[in-house]
């Protein structure tokens, strides 16, 4: 753990806030949902909460099965990082953290398909460019109206065009796993 050097006193309703430097850092937004942990010695620790993240396992092995069904690269996410791939080096993508451009996909709730004068975006925020991508579906995870991932169907091999196959998959994956999220 890293001490900040920061301190704040809990007010009368047990609230404490946490600095704007700190939730910037972190990506914590209103009305994000916060872990709460304690250990043996007293501390209190806050984690952001990924929904997603809880299926583990089995977000890992839906992209396997999307990733087979395809021939494509598939993969995961929640809101900040990817969560599960297949299909692609898992070394090059998990854990990694989103690209500006894809959590704004994610968060317009849309689909988002390549084709025409709409080119590829970086999926994480690691990558210099978007150009290794030749053909890109993402569809968000919208579980009880709040975006909290995506399903991402990609390929890095000249020639490949999404098309309404891919489109139906990536969507009935993110509703499927929308699904999970509110039973």
Do not use: W
């Not at 089995?58 to 996410?77: D, R």
């Amino acid at each position: 753990m890293k001490a900040t050097g920061i301190v704040r006193r809990i007010d009368d309703l047990g609230r404490v806030v946490i600095p704007k430097e700190i939730r910037r850092t972190l990506r914590i937004k209103e009305g994000d949902p916060l872990e709460i942990f304690t250990d043996r010695e007293g501390q209190v620790i806050l984690k952001k909460y990924s929904p997603i993240g809880e299926l583990g396992e089995f977000a890992k092995e839906y992209a396997e099965a999307l990733s087979q069904t395809v021939k494509h690269i598939s993969i995961i996410c929640d809101r900040d990082s990817v969560v599960a791939v297949s299909g692609a080096s898992n070394k090059e993508y998990y854990d990694k953290r989103l690209s500006n451009e894809l959590e704004k996909i994610i968060e317009s709730k849309e689909i988002y398909e390549t084709s025409g004068d709409i080119k590829p975006l970086r999926l994480i925020i690691d990558e210099a460019s978007a150009e290794q991508y030749k053909a890109q579906i993402i569809a968000p995870v919208v579980s009880q109206g709040d975006p909290i991932g995506a399903v991402i169907i990609t390929s890095k091999d000249e020639g490949v065009n999404m098309g309404e196959v891919e489109i139906k998959l990536a969507e009935a994956a993110a509703k499927f796993l929308a699904k999970q999220m509110e039973g």
